[in-house]
């Protein structure tokens, strides 16, 4: 199995988003909620890895509450971006960046803002490690921002 895992992600196959596909094919409510709930999950872990002192893991679990909410909130509204992940059978990333920006339109700029700020923690705070805490802190609280707004549209 471990090899086969390795295999599909050398293929740029996200296998998490590939089982979240088959497991709600038929329950598109039952993958947006999921969708949201992971989202919370991420922000309790981002949250814990602040108490921690580690900016490098808490930027990456920040990111993962805006890419799970791009996917959700493109679920729920039937973008084209989500149409497109689903014939691929992965998001690229710039299909999230593509519908926060059609999402940030339609429902306000905290979207963009959440992903825009998430994105910037992926690069710099995760990959590239060069934020601290106290400079993570502020677009965390801006990913937050989005996790609290996507919670009312999807609910």
């Not at 934020?131 to 937050?144: E, K």
Request: charged share 30%; no cysteine.
């Amino acid at each position: 199995m471990e090899e086969l895992i390795r295999k599909a992600e050398e293929k740029g196959i996200d296998i998490e988003d590939v089982l979240i596909q088959l497991v709600y094919k038929d329950d598109p409510d039952g993958e947006i909620k999921f969708r949201l709930e992971m989202a919370k999950k991420y922000m309790a872990e981002a949250e814990d890895y602040i108490k921690k002192g580690d900016p490098v893991q808490a930027s990456e679990k920040a990111y993962k509450v805006a890419e799970e909410l791009v996917k959700a909130l493109a679920e729920k509204f039937n973008l084209p971006e989500y149409q497109k992940a689903r014939n691929e059978g992965r998001w690229y990333t710039y299909l999230l960046g593509s519908a926060a920006g059609k999402l940030s339109s339609n429902l306000g700029t905290w979207v963009m803002n959440g992903w825009d700020a998430a994105y910037a923690l992926y690069v710099w705070g995760f990959h590239e490690a060069k934020w601290s805490i106290q400079d993570i802190l502020p677009m965390l609280n801006t990913v937050r921002k989005m996790l609290e707004e996507g919670e009312k549209v999807l609910q």
